[in-house]
């Protein structure tokens, strides 16, 4: 479950934003529009050892926290608006979240600015690269002729990724440059957004993640590792995050 200590202002450990969505939800009586995120992100975040803090969709609010916290996951969830990227909708494409499109955006584009380090996971992959003017396939299946990446509503699709060497990414998954991940998406990236580099791919050729060099850790990848059995990438984010909070104040 992750250190369960109560929170000090003297707490060493990193604060670790994780976005959420704005959602019709039931429980007990009740069934209205609730915040919420899966519940995988926030135990990946607190096994690493962060303190999870979920952000609601509130553009022009929510970009207020960014002084507060040490890095930033921008979760998985709805597809982006294609109009965004100068794109129509398409047959299959979900309706819009104008609200969690504005305040995602927002607050990557701030938590970069500030220098955080950033995990985008799937739809945050996306909007990472739609934000640096990058371009998303619509409907994969119009493209790569299957469903491999999302076979049935609500089931992870399994398939290995190969990986750079060199990058961020591999860093983070200590030197591997093959690794299997559990992935649920109908979308993906066509151009890739500026400064950003692909540094993964599944053997159809498809992007499976991105990262900015320049910065220290930028990373955004197509598959769910919330919900897989390698912490990797959020033990990086993490050590990240502390690495940034414990450096020397510039003289």
Known sequence: MGDLRPVSDTDPRPVVGISAYSTQAAWGVWDVEAVLVPRAYVDAVARAGGLPVVLPPLPGVVEGMLPRLDALVVAGGPDVEPRLY???????????????????????????????????????????????????????????????????????????????????????????????????????????????????????????????????FCVGVQWHPEVGTDPALFDALVAAARARRDAPVPA
């Open 86 to 216: 100068g794109a129509e909708p398409g047959p299959d494409t979900q309706p819009p979240k104008p609200e969690r499109d504005a305040a995602e955006t927002g607050l990557i584009l701030g938590a970069v600015d500030a220098g955080l380090p950033v995990l985008g996971i799937c739809r945050g992959m996306q909007l990472l690269n739609v934000a640096r003017g990058g371009t998303l396939h619509q409907h994969l299946p119009d493209v790569l002729h299957h469903d491999e990446h999302a076979p049935a509503p609500g089931v992870y699709g399994d398939h290995p990724v190969r990986v750079e060497p060199g990058t961020r990414l591999a860093a983070a998954l200590g030197g591997r440059t093959q690794t299997p991940v559990p992935a649920y998406h109908h979308q993906g990236v066509d151009r890739v957004g500026e400064r950003l580099v692909p540094t993964a791919w599944t053997a159809d050729g498809l992007v499976e993640a991105l990262e900015d060099p320049a910065l220290p």
